[in-house]
């Protein structure tokens, strides 16, 4: 199934019925009075996340979504039918934004969350509905009013733990491939990895959700390369795991290449809990292994993990890091807020 994360589709909610204007006629009751009913409220278009889904590709082939028209009301004192809500189907991580305006409509993050998307019209009054003592056969019937329309847009972002970046070519498809049962395409080239892909590891004591995305170069944010239009699902992890490829030439270099490619893509990206790794060490000689893992740690400032996704070493080590900020996270956002103090009275 190809994967694709954006999408446009216009929706429009169906129109009120109109009220009915309408005099009962029978037999043996000469002044019959109005009764005509009321209109029928038309369908609203409702976003609902789904469980099954991944990726937005049903929306390439239908892109217009009506729900139903509301009934018109009748003589007799009978009401229109409603019209009959439409519901669109999206993945978990769907963000649905009005085009026009740029507002965030809604933010479905769980399957079976719900949101409105169009608002369906409100059926109009019939002459019954007018009919009082001062004004005995009102000869008034109110139109439907129109449903909403209007065209959004559906983003998919990602909902995984931790995010893998770094240059192409820095092992972060081969690391989701050894810890996960993941199948990502990988091969001696730059770029191999074309759209983002999940994979779940086990750390011994949790199941953490990795996240391997394009690789950036510099630039991306110009859209050099395939640009960083796929860090929006970086967004939401909780963690980055940064792999610096071992054999390059300057790892301090690459390390600031992509520090510089997620500053500029901004949305918190930059400040996020990050985990640097040296990866592909099974390539290198201890001596240079102990070389690199220095310079990058006097450019970063911090402690830099050393792995090898193809013998494994290290892998392990880095999964449990992962958890480890994940658990500090989770503490902190589940503390309870700390209550106000109360001014003191006597």
């Not at 009120?16 to 005099?23: D, K, L």
Request: hydrophobic share 40%; charged share 25%.
């Amino acid at each position: 199934m190809k994967f694709l994360d954006q999408a446009r589709v216009f929706v429009r909610a169906g129109d009120g019925g109109n009220g009915c204007q309408s005099f009962r006629r029978e037999r043996n009751i000469p002044m019959g009075g109005p009764d005509g009913g009321n209109g029928g409220d038309g369908g609203s278009v409702w976003a609902e996340c789904v469980p099954g889904l991944n990726t937005l590709i049903d929306f390439r082939f239908q892109q217009h979504f009506r729900a139903a028209k509301g009934g018109h009301g009748s003589g007799r004192l009978r009401a229109g039918a409603a019209g009959a809500d439409l519901t669109m189907g999206v993945p978990a991580g769907t963000r649905i934004t009005d085009i026009d305006s740029g507002a965030l409509l809604a933010e479905l993050d769980a399957p079976g969350e719900r949101a409105l998307v169009a608002r369906g019209g409100i059926g109009g009054l019939g002459n019954a509905h007018y009919k009082s003592s001062i004004n005995r056969a009102p000869r008034r019937a109110d139109p439907g009013t129109p449903g909403e329309e209007r065209w959004v847009e559906l983003e998919l972002r990602l909902i995984a733990d931790a995010g893998l970046v770094g240059l192409p070519n820095a092992g972060k498809s081969t690391f989701v491939a050894a810890t996960s049962r993941a199948k990502p395409k990988i091969a001696d080239y730059p770029f191999t990895t074309l759209h983002p892909l999940l994979g779940v590891a086990w750390t011994g004591a949790h199941e953490i959700v990795l996240a391997d995305l394009p690789g950036l170069i510099e630039g991306a944010h110009e859209g050099v390369g395939l640009g960083h239009r796929f860090l929006a699902h970086v967004e939401r992890c909780e963690v980055l795991l940064h792999l610096v490829d071992g054999t390059a030439a300057d790892v301090a270099a690459d390390w600031r290449t992509v520090r510089a490619e997620l500053a500029a893509y901004g949305h918190g990206l930059a400040d996020k809990p990050e985990i640097l790794a040296i990866s592909k060490a099974d390539a290198l000689t201890a001596d240079a292994l102990a070389e690199q893992t220095k310079l990058l740690e006097d450019a970063a400032g911090r402690k830099v993990l050393a792995l090898s996704a193809v013998s494994g070493a290290g892998v392990t080590t880095a999964l449990r890091a992962i958890d480890a900020v994940l658990a500090e996270r989770r503490i902190v956002r589940d503390a309870p807020e700390p209550e106000e103090p109360q001014p003191w009275a006597p």
